[in-house]
């Protein structure tokens, strides 16, 4: 199977060197494997696009000497293929409406939805996935192994809104096939979600990628770097001592000659000595990005 590696990133504002770690981290990984990287923008929610952002991430991208080997993907293009993936399920028997909202769902024990037994008559419901009473293991790169057991540790998760909106659950699913991803390297926030994804392509008889989970990189105050947490944008100026950071976050440091270097001389050293099992296997960077 030939490698193809993919960065995804939301277009709800510049790119932060929390972006810049996973974008380095997949685009090496694919590089030394002889793969292909491609860039998808994961627009899945049109109203939180900021105008503008696109073309800023994939400048911003470029400027990092991180350059993708397709036209990028846009989700927000992608509506008729996750309408099919859904249906293709509903037909299966695995997914379910539900008229519930979210405060009623977060209010368990308490609350119990019934609409899988009781189907809603409102038109406004959301398509949940009537999650089955078993284990999925997923093998990690960097990580190691999880198991996790769907229906008590998921519950009925949500695969399209009430809005209409599909979720980045089946969207993602659906985009890893289409494009043939093969690896994907990504931050370990999304580490807890790979078994849902991975019943999903399952279910849609989708070949599983493989996947490494990277540590986050976080705040002052212990928070992810991410635009909701007002995060600091790349500033395209610092790139190569933005660079070498990303390099050491990531178990490959620098020599000291070449710190200061241009981002492709960095990159081109890094691709020679670029292993996987050097990326340190945490949840978190402890040393906060400010």
Known sequence: MSYVGRFAPTPSGPLHFGSLVTAV??????????????????????????????DEILRCLDTFGLHWDEEPMRQSQRQPAYKEALELLVQQGYVFSCSCSRAQLNSQPLYRCNCLEQPPSQLEVAMRVATPAISI??????????????????????????????????????DDAQQKISHIIRGSDLYQQTPQQVWLQACLNYKQPSYGHLPIIVNGQGQKLSKQNLATPLDMLQAPALMSEALERLGHPAPCGLRQAPVAEQLEWAAGQWDIECVPKRMQDPIAFV
């Open 25 to 54: 981290a997949s685009y090496l990984d694919a590089r030394v494997n002889k793969g292909r990287w491609l860039v998808r923008i994961e627009d899945l929610d049109p109203p939180r696009t900021a105008p503008g952002s696109i």
């Open 137 to 174: 293991t997923v093998e990690d790169a960097i990580m190691g192994p999880q198991t996790q057991h769907l229906a008590d540790e998921v519950g009925n998760f949500v695969l399209q809104r009430k809005d209409q909106l599909f979720s980045y659950q089946l969207a993602v699913v659906v």
